[in-house]
């Protein structure tokens, strides 16, 4: 039996953009000490989608007057979506860009691929990448389903999600306002956007660029003596997202500034995730909305001073305990406006609607409970997850913290950087890391 669901606001927006701009979607990578075995990896990703309603939904065709979208959640999946390669020929970075730059039809199940890539392991074994539409998860759930995948293949049984699907769908509905009072608070939020429209946040400064399409990607692991200062040695006021997002600013700063760009307004996107703490690590699907962090010149003088604009921001926002200006931009759309029309509000942000844009994405997943993803007990557990970017944010970083290891997975825009260049960003933001935990 075929369940329906309607999209929520958000997974339409995050569709439409999809439909407008690059492919939204979430990088998830491991890499294995022996060759992956395609047969039983297959059945493992059928176990997972099984496990996890949203890791086999698919989109309900859908008339241009209709006014939503529907998933379709089928008992199974029938599509494959292991593929194999091999680096004969080709390198990993060509290879990443097309696996990662080609657009899902969602209304073919699942919503997401793996790529074994042969001999491009550890000791002799393999790197599966995972691709996952954005519209049915954010970066909990895309780790949700690799996770699920790697028990499955080593003959274990999938954590299921601790709550029913209906339950779950739920939430995003709770947070719209009840009161005058928050639609008014939330309204003011999003007003608080609109000077970016007049004095847009800076632009992080180009280097190699090329006019090809599609995203490069770099991954960096801290060293365990930066990592113990990172998690460990904070005043208790700052989080470890908070010295991440000042690095970033302070790293953006640097970098254009040795690049012959001036720096004012820097402001970073921020995913919240939304989820209830009692399942925060858990559930596939769409429950992320997006605030902005930002500084100005003066607040990068130096790493403390840059960390106190960071966390004033935080604070407040961890207060509120919501995303409240992205949220009442979709409230302000009309109910029962044909899906045809909503397409068209992405056009919104071509010309000078990019000024509304920020200058660079950090995603931080957090301290992630349990172990890393494993298809085998003896692979080194390394995890690289990375969000979707497009210009002009050229930048988007992923941070992830899972077995007392911190990884961050960087993808750049191909029109931003060429893979030297991002190289050098990310160890420059490493840098800046190392100084703002000094």
């Known amino acids: 039996m075929t369940r329906t669901v309607s999209f929520t606001a958000l997974e339409e927006a995050i569709f439409h953009l999809d439909l407008e701009f690059t492919p939204m979607n979430i990088q998830g990578e491991i890499v294995t000490t022996e060759p992956i075995d395609l047969d039983r990896l297959r059945e493992a990703t059928a176990t997972a989608c099984l496990t996890h309603p949203f890791a086999r939904a698919r989109r309900q065709p859908t008339h241009e ?98 709550i029913d699907f209906e339950t779950s769908r739920q939430v995003m509905d709770d947070l719209r306002p009840e009161s005058l009072g928050e639609r008014l608070d939330r309204l003011g939020e999003a007003a608080g956007q609109l000077p970016k429209s007049v004095d847009p946040p800076a632009r992080i400064a180009g280097e190699g660029a090329t006019d090809e399409d599609g995203w490069g990607f770099v991954h960096r692991r801290l060293d365990a003596e930066l990592t113990d200062r990172l998690v460990n040695g904070r005043p208790e006021e700052v989080s470890v997202n ?57 607040d990068r003088e130096t790493p403390q001073s840059a960390i106190a604009a960071v966390v004033e921001q935080t604070q407040r926002l961890k207060q509120r305990d919501r995303a409240s200006a992205f949220q009442a931009a979709l409230d302000m759309i009309p109910p029962g406006l044909p899906v045809g029309l909503k397409r068209q509000l992405p056009n919104l942000l071509h010309g000078a609607g990019s000024r509304l844009l920020d200058t660079a994405v950090l995603s931080n997943l957090g301290r992630i409970p349990g172990a890393a993803p494993r298809l085998h007990e003896d692979d080194p557990g390394r995890l690289w997850l990375s969000p979707p970017c497009r210009q002009p944010i050229g930048v988007a970083i992923a941070a992830a913290t899972v077995e007392g290891n911190v990884y961050l997975g960087f993808r750049h825009d191909r029109e931003q950087f060429d893979q030297e260049a991002a190289a050098s960003f990310a160890d420059l933001y490493v840098e800046q890391l190392e100084s703002a935990v000094a």
């Open 242 to 298: 908070d010295v991440l997002l000042a690095a970033l600013h302070l790293g953006i700063d640097r970098w254009n500034a040795t690049h012959g760009e001036s720096t004012e307004t820097i402001s970073l996107l921020m995913p919240v995730n939304l989820r209830p703490r009692e399942w925060f690590y858990d559930v596939v699907g769409m429950y992320t909305l997006f605030v902005s962090v930002s500084t100005e010149a003066d």
């Open 65 to 162: 007057l209709a006014s939503s979208y529907m998933w379709e959640i089928p008992d199974a999946v029938e599509t494959d979506p292991v593929s194999v390669a091999t680096l004969d020929g080709t390198d990993m970075a060509s290879l990443r860009a097309e696996f990662y730059g080609n657009r899902f039809d969602l209304t073919a199940a699942p919503p997401f691929r793996l790529l074994v890539v042969r001999g491009d392991g550890e000791a002799g074994g393999d790197r599966l990448c995972c691709c996952v539409d954005h519209v049915a998860a954010d970066g909990v759930g895309a780790l949700r389903i690799l996770r699920s995948i790697c028990q499955a293949y080593r003959g274990e049984t999938p954590d299921g999600p601790p």
